[in-house]
């Protein structure tokens, strides 16, 4: 018998479906399509303006690739094949170096590159996004291309002596001496972020390419994460040298949510129990510790530190996150908790950050529910991705409880 909070909550599983097919897929449908170059437009600002010259980032279109396979997948619409067909030739024809291999980082609005480094988090996008397409296609280019990257990170970045992967490289593949991915983020040769999506591209081309060298890579990454990244507080651990001297006190609480889940998600697939039991007690303590990050008004906090929250801002991606991070904890431990903690997000998500009017969903709002228009409504790292997976997981993961 499902209690008082999980009964209503079940039936919200046609509100994220909704949103997914309504609100989010076409914004990108509809505003995002460039017709004169190819593929898709760069940007669109704070305040919904087309930026038509904007460059163009691998991290916007491999996401774009991914959710609209994964859409399709979720429901057959002859339009998110059309747009999933569209970004997965223009990566292919465009982003793709056809001498060096791997992927650029970015593109002017008339497809020359203009940044050529080798960024291992986005080659790890572009397997992520690689392998969805090839689940709805069967097109073995595709399945090829991501079995080619992946063999350029184990060539390139993996880390023989001390294991785990190096952050970055110019486009011949020698290592760089800056690995940022962006200004925020610290000058280290190792990350938690791109281990993250380096796990995350890996569990997706096992599910169709069952190679055991990648099973042993998989495994070896999820003993990393609970030997190295998951502190004695259940928080990740953000950044390190070349030999794990940890260099970071910095919490980001949407990523201790949705390292949980993904996590989970990849145990799963290497149909190990004993690892999956040990992975899913680490979930449900992740999520557990992430709950101090929670406002009063449901929505997740970005970052703290040790003398507490260092930004307290509340961003679209770690709200996304934290629903299906909480449904994943729900699901693994059966505490009705995490339904509560996700029923007040859900609601938070809905009165500040959807654009009802516009479309899409907001960067972030302040603390106070302030709005922020200088963050972008679509560009380099603000993409479908985060809150599209979200839907289409909330929506068939509640779906399976229904009453």
């Known amino acids: 018998m499902y209690g008082k909070v999980l009964t209503p909550f079940l039936l919200k599983s046609q509100e994220f479906h909704d949103e997914l097919i309504h609100n989010i897929l076409p914004f990108w449908m509809d505003h995002m399509l460039d017709m004169e170059n190819g593929g898709f437009y ?9 930026n038509h010259k904007a460059g163009k980032g691998v991290i916007l279109n491999t996401r774009i690739l991914w959710t609209f396979s994964a859409a399709y997948a979720y429901n057959a619409d002859k339009r998110y094949l059309a747009t999933a067909q569209r970004a997965y030739a223009y990566i292919k024809d465009h982003f793709i170096d056809k ?36 689940k709805i296609t069967g097109q073995k280019e595709a399945l090829d291309l991501g079995i080619e990257l992946f063999h350029h990170i184990e060539n390139f970045s993996f ?37 993250l999506h380096i796990l995350e591209a890996y569990t997706n081309l096992f599910r169709i390419w069952p190679d055991p060298v990648l099973e042993h890579r998989l495994k070896g990454l999820i003993r990393l994460f609970i030997d190295q990244f998951i502190n004695n507080r259940y928080h990740f651990n953000l950044f390190f040298d070349e030999k794990w001297q940890l260099k970071s006190n910095t919490i980001s609480y949407g990523h201790d949510v949705e390292g949980s889940w993904l996590l989970s998600e990849a145990a799963a697939v290497l ?55 909480l449904i994943n904890a729900w699901q693994i431990s059966k505490d009705e908790k995490y339904l509560r903690h996700a029923e007040k997000n859900w609601r938070f998500i809905k009165d500040h950050i959807i654009d009802h009017e ?46």
């Open 99 to 134: 001498l060096y291999g791997g992927v650029y980082w970015m593109l002017d609005c008339e497809t020359h590159p203009i940044n050529t480094k080798k960024q291992v988090y986005a080659q790890a996008f572009a397997i992520y996004a690689f392998s969805e397409y090839y």
């Open 42 to 50: 760069g940007q669109v600002d704070g305040n919904n303006r087309l």
């Open 358 to 403: 516009n479309g899409e969903w907001f960067w972030r709002v302040t603390k106070t529910h302030g709005s922020v228009t200088t963050e972008d409504k679509a560009g380099p790292w603000k993409c479908p991705y985060h809150n599209g997976r979200a839907m289409i997981e909330l929506a068939t993961r509640l779906s399976k409880h229904r009453l």
């Open 271 to 325: 149909n190990d129990s004993v690892l999956l039991k040990e992975v899913e007690h680490l979930a449900v303590k992740m999520v557990e510790a992430s709950l101090e990050g929670i406002d009063e008004d449901g929505a997740l906090m970005n970052e703290a530190g040790d003398e507490g929250f260092t930004d307290t801002d509340k961003h679209w991606w770690p709200q996304a996150e934290a629903l299906v991070g």
């Open 159 to 195: 880390d023989q002596e001390h294991n785990g992967y190096l952050e970055a490289f110019d486009r011949e593949w020698r290592v760089l001496s800056d690995f940022r991915l962006s200004d925020k983020d610290e000058n280290e040769a190792k990350t938690m972020n791109t281990h």
